[in-house]
């Protein structure tokens, strides 16, 4: 198996164990005629820690070591990307080997703190939900209408996975109008993760970013967004009571319902411009 190996100074050696995101298959439609087409894959990644068993996420498998680092990251379970000393996928094991330079200090309490989340197929975080929160201070951040439906038509352009396959949830990175980063993957939290993965890999910060997923936003996704210092949140879906009360307490702006020119503002609608609405 091929390894990229990062400066060994500040960054992770990995595996670039990436796979394919749709498997193709044959059906047979209303008509009794057999079709070709494609669904997505959904592949069991099991996480090992320091040679400690730790969870099986389900997953397309098309970005796994971002996926897990993100996963760390926005687990708590490590604080810097550089205490990190390999990450190794090997699907022949379905398997993930997570080893750190000088172990998790406190892991044992932090595992045994375990939230079952909304996520699809169940997401999971570890220790308290609200470790952390008040910590956080993000940015104020204003935005126009006009940026709103320009970004929404950019993203409209993706979704590739989804197209081709269905049963797929997508994220995506933005800046202004672009897009710099757009994961898909079967569940909304693992398209998170490895985008979070991303950002951490690269040392990018997210005070100017704006993150958009197609999955309802739960108290999970704000929490996930808020660790990473973005302060928007967008969806074309709905959100959950925890969602809007957690998105109140740590200033996530949360548009949802966001499709064509249609959206609804739950939060931070003083830092919108509203600059096009529609005739």
């Not at 957690?246 to 499709?259: F, H, M, N, Y």
């Amino acid at each position: 198996m091929e390894s990229v190996t990062a400066d060994a100074v500040h960054l992770p050696e990995m595996t670039d164990a990436g796979l394919d995101a749709a498997t193709a298959v044959t059906a047979v439609d209303e008509f009794g005629q057999q079709r070709d087409g494609y669904i997505a894959a959904e592949r069991a990644l099991t996480v090992y820690l320091d040679k400690r068993e730790i969870i099986t996420l389900m997953t397309l498998g098309t970005q796994p070591e971002l996926l897990i680092l993100g996963w760390l990251r926005n687990q708590r379970l490590v604080s810097a990307i550089d205490q990190v000393k390999a990450v190794q996928v090997d699907w022949e094991t379905s398997s993930v080997a997570v080893t750190t330079h000088h172990g998790i200090e406190g892991l044992d309490e932090r595992l045994r703190r375990k939230t079952v989340t909304t996520g699809c197929g169940q997401g999971t975080l570890f220790g308290n939900l609200m470790d952390d929160l008040e910590r956080i201070r993000l940015p104020q951040v204003d935005l126009s209408q006009a940026r709103i439906y320009q970004l929404l038509q950019t993203l409209n352009e993706h979704n590739q996975v989804y197209r081709q396959a269905g049963a797929v949830h997508g994220c995506a990175l933005c800046r202004d109008n672009r897009i710099l980063r757009f994961v898909e993957d079967v569940g909304r939290h693992n398209a998170v993760d490895a985008i979070a993965g991303y950002m951490w890999l690269n040392g990018i910060g997210g005070g100017d970013k704006l993150f958009y997923t197609t999955g309802r936003l739960t108290s999970e996704m704000v929490i996930k967004v808020a660790q990473m210092g973005v302060p928007v949140l967008l969806s074309r879906s709905g959100i959950t009571q925890m969602g809007l009360e957690l998105a109140q307490r740590v200033g996530v702006t949360l548009i949802a319902r966001a499709k064509g020119r249609h959206f609804l503002v739950y939060h931070g609608a003083e830092r919108v411009r509203f600059d096009a609405v529609p005739g």
